[in-house]
């Protein structure tokens, strides 16, 4: 079973910084990777889905990263602003093209004015 | 440009009350499921549907039925509620292939 791991599980950085949050998983043999980002109280808002055969998906200041190799995406955020406090989660499906997504336990940002 | 719609937003019940949370799409999506989010647990997988009437297990399936009559709908019911049941539930759909998953604002239910 894929299992998804996200470190850390807080990260607090100051306005304007560039920053990486890390995904980990067991079985390389993913079929894609989806990044979302939860508010606090609300759903969860799609943000990247990047394919097995992509290395990177990018949307706007957001930059994804995959490396099905070494187990590993990361989700790349250039010059942080307040509006991106979050919690991010990564989540792949449990295994082939399983409907299953298997989520990692998030990571809570927060980005201080 | 609905996307995932559940209903409703807050709920509470009394240990035994049964009740249905609603969760509609509009994308003619074939794939959905049911998630808890509990703190220190993540999301999980309640049940799924891979198309009209067609519905399996999850990973914690216990209290919980569904079924799919149409391919927009997809019911969750709790028969007799329990206070484990007390989570935020949230509702998601898919297309086919290697696509992109959607999911629904959630529901906050408390079971007393």
């Known amino acids: 079973k894929q299992e998804v791991t996200q470190i850390p599980a807080a990260l607090s950085v100051p306005e304007g910084e560039n920053l990486v949050l890390n995904c980990s998983f067991t079985?390389?043999?993913?079929?894609?990777l989806q990044w979302f980002r939860q508010d606090p109280g609300k759903g969860l808002t799609s943000l990247l889905l990047?394919?097995?055969?992509?290395r990177e998906q990018t949307s706007g200041r957001l930059n994804a990263s995959l490396d099905k190799s070494s187990g590993r995406s990361t989700l790349y955020i250039a010059a942080s602003q307040p509006g991106d406090s979050a919690t991010y989660l990564c989540?792949?499906?449990?295994?082939?093209?399983?409907?299953?997504?298997?989520f990692g336990k998030g990571t809570k940002l927060t980005v201080n004015p | 440009n609905a996307g995932v719609t559940q209903t409703p937003k807050f709920q509470v019940l009394k240990t035994g009350q049964s009740m249905t949370l609603q969760c509609a799409q509009d994308?003619?999506?074939?794939?959905m499921s049911w998630y808890r989010q509990d703190p220190g647990m993540g999301l999980r997988l309640i049940h799924y549907?891979?198309?009209?009437?067609?519905?399996d297990q999850g990973e914690v399936p216990n209290g919980y039925n569904v079924s799919r009559s149409t391919t927009e709908d997809f019911p969750l019911r709790l028969l007799s509620a329990a206070p484990s049941q007390t989570s935020v539930y949230f509702c998601?759909?898919?297309?086919?292939?290697?696509?992109?998953?959607?999911f629904g604002q959630g529901t906050r239910l408390t079971v007393v």
């Open positions: 998601a759909s898919k297309g086919t292939g290697r696509a992109e998953a959607f």
């Open positions: 079985d390389s043999a993913i079929y894609n």
């Open positions: 990047i394919q097995s055969s992509q």
């Open positions: 989540a792949i499906p449990d295994r082939g093209g399983s409907e299953k997504l298997v």
């Open positions: 994308m003619n999506h074939e794939y």
């Open positions: 549907s891979v198309g009209a009437g067609i519905t």
